[in-house]
């Protein structure tokens, strides 16, 4: 298994609170990835990495920033959680070329009450 | 947009059969087709991928068959076990990945 660990697992979290999920890798992989999966939706990704300080959006990147400023930390902040970030979030990891495999970490369930 | 459709949310099949899983894309760049299977509470594992160059990729029970003209591909388990159930996603990727919705696959004993 790749070394990815997601912290916290799970979190309640009321409407307008700021919300940061952290990704660990232990695998020195250069990219690093945010996905939300959602019913009927699939995976779909927020944000990812390409570097330490080097990030893009994703398809469903608005509400969402991230930061990376070390190759084995990869974070995610809701600035301001609303209902409808309630979700599962993974975080993926590759060494970033298009035949790589992304390996993706256990996930962290979030409630926005 | 969906460029990437899995269109049978479920599929149940009996342990030794074969499971047969669909996919249908849009997009003609994607280079790669992956699919993943989800247990629930875990993170997707990457099970098979096939090259957009190839029709057809196995490895072991699984099999990959791909139909550019009809951009469609299939995941074919044979046979079938019932430590298979989980969810299943087919995901294409231009290097940033695609995925469809899953089909949750059941094998009865």
């Known amino acids: 298994d790749a070394g990815i660990t997601q912290s916290p697992r799970h979190k309640v979290t009321e409407t307008g609170t700021p919300v940061t999920l952290r990704c660990h890798q232990t695998e020195n992989h250069r990219y690093m990835y945010w996905y939300r999966q959602d019913p009927g939706h699939g995976l779909r990704l927020i944000h990812y990495s390409y570097g330490v300080k080097d990030t893009d959006k994703g398809e469903v990147s608005d509400g969402y920033s991230v930061s990376r400023s070390k190759t084995e930390d990869f974070l995610l902040t809701l600035e301001s959680a609303t209902s409808s970030q309630t979700s599962v979030y993974f975080c993926a990891i590759s060494e970033g070329d298009i035949q790589e495999t992304q390996y993706f970490g256990p996930g962290t369930r979030l409630l926005v009450l | 947009d969906q460029q990437v459709k899995q269109n049978s949310p479920s599929l149940s099949v009996q342990e030794g059969r074969i499971s047969i899983l669909n996919c249908d894309y849009t997009n003609s760049m994607f280079d790669y087709f992956l699919w993943y299977k989800k247990y629930p509470a875990e993170g997707p594992t990457f099970l098979i991928s096939?090259?957009?160059?190839?029709d057809k990729n196995e490895d072991g029970r699984f099999t990959v068959f791909l139909n550019k003209s009809a951009k469609h591909l299939s995941l074919h388990i044979v046979p079938s076990q019932p430590g298979d159930s989980a969810v299943y996603f087919c995901a294409g990727n231009t290097g940033k990945l695609i995925f469809g919705q899953g089909t949750t696959l059941q094998v009865k004993p």
């Open positions: 096939i090259s957009s160059i190839k």
